[in-house]
């Protein structure tokens, strides 16, 4: 009884790792456009940090919410006026935007 079960798990277990190879030599394209894992797939640009300081300020709508899609340390110190400053490495605080 013990060895007919094992080869009835035996047996399922290598069609089914053989129907998942074939899938995914058909279409693995599609497979990993499907899947995400994160923001390691997005697209990236070469940017070299200068290591020098720059600041940056941009207006902002007054809105009650914001939405932060860098990955950075965000540090919220309410002011007074409409804009929002960025601070941060000369490279990249031009490619902020609100």
């Known amino acids: 009884m013990h060895t ?7 047996s399922s277990f290598a069609i089914a ?8 030599a058909l279409g693995a394209d ?4 499907s899947i995400s894992f994160g923001d ?3 697209p990236r640009c070469d940017l070299s940090l200068t290591g020098q300081q720059a600041t940056r300020s941009l207006a ?6 914001a939405g932060v ?3 950075a ?9 409409s804009q929002v ?4 490495d000369s490279a990249l605080v031009p490619h902020v935007e609100v």
């Open 4 to 10: 007919k079960l094992g080869m009835i798990a035996l």
């Open 60 to 65: 902002w709508d007054n809105s009650d919410t």
């Open 85 to 88: 400053v960025v601070t941060g």
């Open 30 to 33: 599609k497979f990993k456009d």
């Open 40 to 42: 390691f797939d997005s």
């Open 69 to 71: 899609a860098v990955p």
């Open 17 to 24: 790792a053989a129907c998942l190879g074939g899938a995914f």
């Open 73 to 81: 340390n965000i540090h919220y110190r309410r002011g007074q006026g």
